[in-house]
């Protein structure tokens, strides 16, 4: 908070933009700081809603995230980046779920779950449809329950693939492919079934109602010879492409602990990182863009994500020479490479890639006593230094694990550390006296 004492005018002057782009602050020729500053009641309304939201998120961080989520469900890349918060959280995302999913997100308890809007070829109609429905009569117990109640009209046979395959009827039958075979057949019986009680030819079930079967004549409707459940990748990908996000998993979920370790910065913090700063994440390929230059030599723009957000990243010819046979759709990665900022946007030049499958850790355990043992560790370090290979091929990276009788802590060693030939580098810690060992990032 400033308070101006004195104005005087100095006229027409070049300002240099100093980067604060939050505070406004211009710094003048002469070194005056011209700011533009809040005045009192402005700072208190700020200082208080502050203080409201971070009261939420600490006491009640699920209904924050997910009325946070909901107020920015048209902004795909901050929805991504909530979700990716809520996984650090501890809380779960789940995908929509036709019998307790609302229109918007929804806290239940210790997770959130995904609006029904979110699911495209969903509209407001169908969901107003849907939700009347199970609000008047209870919650749905099969896709011919669900096909029978609504207006095949308004939730058309478009509407319920999309919520199949977003896992929106999971809770009734886990195999979509057979929700996906059966939808035709139990659409034409659902709509067989309407016109002959729009007729007054109803059948048997219709006329005893309740009190003559327990399931109205569900379990007559058709089904489709069994079928086998689709792959899990195939699945995922059905997720994305009709909620714009993995939701019920992620390809890279299981190596998240891991990737942190190794990349502790996510593509969606690329923009709070200098220029020409080298990075490494852990990344999937959703797209690969291939060029050639004028000099005739191939190279490549890929589109990358990981947990928390996307990024565009540039593999130059001489970068591609080496890992273009790597560059595929979906697959999952190890990437090193330099901040590039270029028209207010980040991205990535791509040195180094690996699959994450042949990604290894050298895990080195160290008791806490010895940790502090400056001898101890300059010889540790002159281990390592004297076997870590040609220093432009080095990318192993060692982890030093301290343990104590209550805690484990992981310590990622500095990129100076990095060693080529990881098995030769193992064999030296322990013939040293070191307890080293190989360990997969996958199984890390």
Known sequence: MAKIVSRKLRGVQPVYDIGLA??????????????????????????????????????????????????????????????????????????????????????????????????RNVGSGAIDNVLQAREQDGAFSSLADLCSRVDPRTVNRRAMEALIQCGALDCM?????????????????????????????????????????TSNGFEMAPKAPPVEDLPQQEKLKMEKELLGFYVSDHPLKSVHQAARLLAPINLSDLDDQHENTTVSAVVMLTSVKLVTTKKGDRMAIVQIEDLSGQAEA???????????????????????????????RSQLLLDDAEPIEAVQLVMVELEPQIAEDFAYLHEFRNVL?????????????VIAIITNENRRELVRLGPQFRVQDHDSVVTALNKAGFRARLSALTSA
């Open 385 to 397: 230094m004297n076997n870590r290979g040609d220093e432009s091929s080095c990318k192993t990276p």
């Open 314 to 344: 540039v593999v130059f010819p001489k970068s591609y020479a080496r890992i273009g046979n790597l560059l595929t759709e979906d697959a999952r990665l190890m990437v090193w490479g330099k901040v590039d900022k270029r028209d207010d």
């Open 22 to 119: 939050n505070d406004h602050n211009f710094l003048l020729e002469n070194g005056f700081v011209a700011s533009n500053c809040f005045n009192k009641s402005h700072s208190t309304a700020y200082g208080y809603v502050t203080f409201q939201t971070a009261y939420l998120k600490a006491n009640y961080p699920v209904e924050y995230m997910a009325a946070l989520l909901t107020a920015n469900s048209d902004d795909q890349e901050k929805v991504q980046k909530y979700i990716s918060t809520c996984l650090s959280m501890g809380i779960e995302v789940e995908p929509p779920d036709i019998n307790r999913s609302g229109v918007d997100f929804t806290p239940t308890g210790k997770s959130i779950l995904f609006g029904l809007s979110a699911v």
């Open 173 to 213: 039958e886990k195999n979509r492919n057979q929700l996906l075979h059966d939808l035709e057949l139990v659409l034409d019986w659902a709509q067989s079934r309407a016109r002959d009680r729009a007729i007054g030819q109803g059948n048997l079930f219709d006329m005893l109602g309740d009190s003559g079967a």
